[in-house]
């Protein structure tokens, strides 16, 4: 077969020209220590750099969030450390002021330290970020969570809403607890029901404890009486009635039927216990309501209240002493639910550090992936690029001496 001297020319040039490529191809990867200068260079490798790409920087914000939702969780944390302290300083006073020993004047300065806590809590409620937002204000983080009306009512202007922040693949993590949950939804007395006085004072020295359920499927949720009366051998006895209930204690509604009260005695009825102290007068009575949500200013203010009622006379005690019962309980109750969503801030802190490493983990494999997908091995392609170079060197001499041919040469 006969090759045309213009086929040998074209053959040359093209090899020239392949190596030329070839060498300008490793020159820019060892420039940009990039394998591929374009994505038409290997497609299926382009879409894998892109899709390693996009899951590191979408990683990369989700530990943005991270970092954010520790910051504001910390922050929550530290208030409701600081809110614990405020409470469990109420408490103290609390347990103090059940002393029947201290004079009023000891009772009033408590009553001055309470107040002043009270204005803490609420200053403690009422906590702004480092942008000025209302860190228990819910959704409305302008809004001022805890204000008092001007019947000294205590208000809270939030919403209920939790905001969630995405820390990692498939998880979100709440970022804030709204104020409704944490200070105004504490059931009152026992969380079960309260006692107190009816609307007509007592004129004798008995008090009530904050009593218990005893029985819970026995309990007859209803607003109760429990009254002391003379049985027809003048003897006092107790009476309960229900509004809805009827007669409960005797089921009659006779006095004769009822029991005898003594010191000391405890009143059982509809799965309900609470014992009563001191000796009640004829007539006097004590309401037994469902519980109701209760904020704990509202408790710290009714304490505050309590602190300076008279504390003179039998009757006196005995009226402070029932409330005193029902306080601590509310107040150990208001405790209980902020130490519970401290432990839920806890658990979601626990859960940033998980995010943390897994995203830790995730970037850096996506990185690996990546950098063996796009990273050039500058030693190899440097040897390559010396080779190459030999070659192109070879190809340009090889096609010089092609231009060089003519039919003479072979004449010759």
Do not use: C, W
Request: proline content about 3%; aromatic content about 6%.
């Amino acid at each position: 077969m006969r090759i045309s001297t213009n086929q040998i020319f074209m053959r040359g040039l093209h090899n020239m020209l392949a190596q030329q490529v070839e060498t300008l191809k490793l020159q820019q990867q060892l420039s940009s220590q990039k394998k591929l200068q374009s994505p038409s260079d290997d497609p299926i490798s382009a879409a894998k750099i892109d899709l390693m790409k996009q899951r590191i920087n979408g990683t990369d914000r989700l530990q943005q969030n991270r970092e954010a939702a520790l910051g504001a969780l910390s922050f929550e944390e530290s208030t409701l450390s600081n809110i614990i302290n405020v409470i469990q300083r109420v408490r103290e006073i609390q347990v103090q002021a059940g002393n029947s020993s201290l004079s009023e004047a000891d009772r009033k300065a408590l009553g001055e330290e309470a107040k002043s806590l009270l204005g803490q809590l609420q200053g403690l409620a009422n906590t702004q970020d480092s942008n000025g937002y209302y860190l228990f204000s819910g959704g409305k983080t302008a809004t001022q969570a805890i204000t008092r009306d001007i019947n000294g009512q205590f208000i809270y202007n939030g919403d209920e809403t939790q905001r969630f922040q995405a820390i990692s693949s498939g998880l979100d993590v709440a970022v804030n607890d709204n104020g409704s949950d944490l200070f105004m939804r504490i059931l009152n007395g026992n969380g079960y029901f309260t006692v107190g006085p009816t609307a007509i004072p007592n004129t004798g020295s008995a008090a009530v404890n904050s009593g218990s359920v005893v029985d819970v499927a026995a309990y007859v949720p209803d607003d109760y009486t429990m009254q002391f009366v003379l049985n027809s051998q003048n003897e006092l006895v107790v009476m309960v009635t229900g509004l809805s209930s009827g007669s409960v204690l005797p089921t009659t509604g006779n006095p004769d039927d009822a029991p005898l009260y003594q010191e000391g005695t405890t009143v059982t009825f509809n799965g309900i216990q609470v014992t009563v102290t001191g000796m009640p007068a004829v007539g006097d009575a004590f309401t037994i309501k469902p519980s109701e949500n209760e904020s704990i200013f509202s408790t710290v203010d009714r304490m505050v209240t309590n602190l300076n009622r008279s504390f003179l006379t039998t009757t006196d005690k005995a009226v402070v002493e029932t409330e005193n019962n029902q306080l601590l309980d509310q107040l150990d109750a208001a405790l209980d639910n902020i130490l519970a969503y401290q432990a839920q801030v806890g658990a979601r802190l626990n859960q940033l550090d998980v995010a943390d490493q897994v995203n830790g983990d995730l970037i850096q494999t996506s990185q690996e992936t990546l950098s063996s997908l796009e990273d050039v091995n500058l030693p190899e392609v440097a040897v390559k690029l010396e080779l190459q170079r030999i070659y192109l060197e070879a190809a340009q001499q090889s096609f010089a001496r092609i231009q060089g041919l003519t039919i003479f040469n072979y004449l010759n």
